[in-house]
């Protein structure tokens, strides 16, 4: 089963654990020690651990949380693994509750104890306060220290006689949180807030509610026996200055209602902000070919709005387009493609010329036959002198039939996009901020 073992600060006996100190025992053939999945907390100035008398057989010490000043052990030969040293994040350690919370150090850094070739030195029960247990099941990778985060099943073992372990018990993920700097009458983003049922029966949750400049939405209604529900916290401060409050949490568990302290503080000048950056700020490409890139937006200070993207610079013959247009901050990041597309320079529209079709074609044998006969009328200078002016003028209509034969044909190139280098401007706006990007393309 897995301790909690916690020494005050006015404790004579520095040692926390002393082992064969009254020597060894006939009616004790194995006298070895598995000190295994525990926590350690010191609350003096010193001390150790764990001492094993001179002689004794190797101690094996894993998986255990020291907690406090001290020397883990005294025994040169002791079998140490994954121990963890420190504060490990405890729910309320003031409060003596040294369950995990959600960002513990401690969370999935165990290792299989294995066993003694005799029994398994894995953990199935972990402490219920004041003085019970229940069970314990593995989330994950097995957690260093007496608690499996979120893995306490409510049901005390089959021989257990307190009566503590029935009904809904509360654990939470923190007792307090602080936010960072926040611009007065803006929203930061949320910090969550687990509630955890470690008990074995339902936990009905009334009421859950926020004080001061900050609010909560949460999921939480009936929380069955080792389940968990999320409250999350947002601070939106209304004033300049350290700001305060409570989240405070009606249930049906001993202890109702909880609550955790929140603490956050208001700014005047704009602490929020995002910032716009591209994996890779060039390229080459051949006129017709797309050039494309991607955009990387991330906010700090809780920045938590709507960026508009535009794209500016592109030249004749080409489309700058940025996708999507906006992009949410409410995750605190985002990513959106930029695509440059340029036009080929090759044919373009045809043009026409004229030049004269081959005479050498059957509607025109007929012609030729009629210029010779007008040509002997104009050498006549008496006998067919009124037929000259019919003769002249037949002439040029035969010419000027003659010039009509043409065919097109394709001169023209058409234009793309010039070669060149262009800087792209890439913008980002969100309200009265606004970020940009260049981007280069080389366009051969």
């Known amino acids: 089963m897995s301790s909690e073992i916690e020494q005050g600060p006015l404790n004579d006996n520095s040692t926390f654990i002393a082992y064969l100190e009254e020597g060894t025992n006939?009616?004790?053939?194995?006298?070895?020690?598995?000190?295994?999945?525990?926590?350690?907390?010191?609350?003096?100035?010193?001390?150790?651990?764990?001492?094993?008398?001179?002689?004794?057989?190797p101690v094996v010490i894993k998986n255990n949380i020291f907690s406090g000043p001290g020397t883990i052990t005294n025994q040169a030969s002791a079998v140490q693994s994954n121990n963890f040293s420190g504060n490990a994040g405890f729910v309320n350690a003031a409060g003596y509750d040294y369950h995990l919370t959600s960002g513990s150090s401690a969370i999935n850094a165990g290792a299989d104890p294995g066993s003694n070739g005799t029994f398994f030195l894995s953990s199935v029960f972990q402490y219920v306060h004041p003085a019970c247990a229940e069970g314990r099941t593995l989330v994950g990778t097995i957690d260093i220290g007496a608690y499996e985060f979120n893995g306490g099943t409510g049901i005390a073992p089959a021989n257990g006689t307190c009566s503590t372990a029935t009904g809904p018990l509360v654990t939470l993920s923190s007792s307090s949180l602080v936010f960072a700097s926040q611009q007065i009458n803006t929203t930061s983003l949320g910090q969550a807030l687990t509630i955890t049922n470690t008990g074995n029966a339902s936990l009905s949750v009334s009421n859950i509610a926020a004080s001061g400049d900050f609010t909560q939405t949460n999921n939480c209604s009936t929380v069955a026996a080792g389940a968990s529900c999320t409250i999350t916290v947002k601070f939106v401060p209304t004033v300049v200055g350290k700001r305060t409050g409570t989240i405070t949490v009606a249930d049906s568990a001993p202890g109702s209602p909880h609550s955790v302290s929140l603490t956050g503080t208001g700014s005047s000048a704009p602490t929020s902000d995002f910032s716009v950056t591209a994996t890779s700020g060039s390229a080459t490409i051949s006129a017709g070919q797309t050039a494309s890139f991607t955009l990387n937006l991330a906010s700090s200070g809780g920045f938590n709005q709507t960026v508009a993207l535009t794209c500016g610079g592109a030249p004749t013959s080409s489309t700058c387009t940025v996708s999507p247009t906006s992009v949410s901050m409410a995750s605190g990041s985002g990513t959106a493609q930029v695509n440059f597309q340029t036009t080929a320079r090759g044919a373009a529209a045809p043009e026409s010329t004229s030049k004269w079709e081959n005479p050498a074609r059957p509607e025109w044998l007929g012609l030729m036959l009629l210029l010779v006969f007008l040509l002997v009328v104009l050498t006549q200078r008496k006998r067919f002198r009124g037929l000259r002016f019919v003769a002249v003028s037949a002439l040029l209509l035969a010419i000027g039939c003659g010039s009509t034969g043409s065919q097109s044909n394709t001169t023209q190139t058409g234009l793309g996009t010039p070669a060149g280098t262009y800087n792209l401007t890439i913008t980002g706006t969100a309200g009265s901020q606004a970020h940009t990007t260049n981007l280069t393309v080389v366009v051969n």
Not at 38 to 57: K, L, V
């Open 26 to 57: 006939p009616g004790n053939p194995n006298e070895q020690l598995f000190v295994i999945n525990n926590t350690f907390a010191n609350d003096a100035s010193s001390g150790t651990f764990i001492s094993p008398a001179p002689g004794a057989s």
